[in-house]
């Protein structure tokens, strides 16, 4: 089984930047992709972007293209989420996922991911 365990929370001020790092222990190869979610207060967990472990093909939303980045260090078995020109809507738990079964695609929700770190939290406000 994977274990899964989030850094790199923070306040931040609209515009700035926040590197946030999921590191990966336990079974680390049974798993196809690493996703990332935030969760803001009161609202349902949604998806930031995706990063496939075999090519490192990556997936975002609209919300997310253009300002954050997904990238891997296979040799540290670690996920980055660079995120940059952060907004206030950007503000919420930001948590790291996978699942023994899944790929990154734009059709996947939080219910496909079975396994998820403790999340760290991300505040964005001047």
């Known amino acids: 089984q994977v274990q899964l365990m989030e850094s790199g929370g923070g306040l931040a001020q609209p515009g700035g930047s926040l590197r946030l790092s999921c590191q990966i222990s336990?079974?680390?190869?049974?798993?196809?992709?690493i996703g990332w979610f935030r969760q803001a207060p009161g609202k349902e967990r949604v998806g930031v972007s995706c990063?496939?472990?075999?090519?490192?093909?990556?997936y975002y939303p609209d919300s997310a293209k253009g300002r954050f980045t997904i990238s891997r260090d296979a040799a540290k078995n670690t996920v980055f989420l660079q995120m940059n020109n952060l907004k206030p809507e950007d503000t919420g738990v930001y948590y790291c996922a996978t699942d023994p079964d899944l790929y990154c695609s734009a059709d996947n929700t939080a219910r496909d991911f079975t396994s998820w770190g403790q999340g760290t939290q991300v505040i964005v406000s001047s």
């Open positions: 990063i496939n472990r075999s090519d490192g093909t990556t």
């Open positions: 336990g079974s680390t190869y049974n798993y196809h992709a």
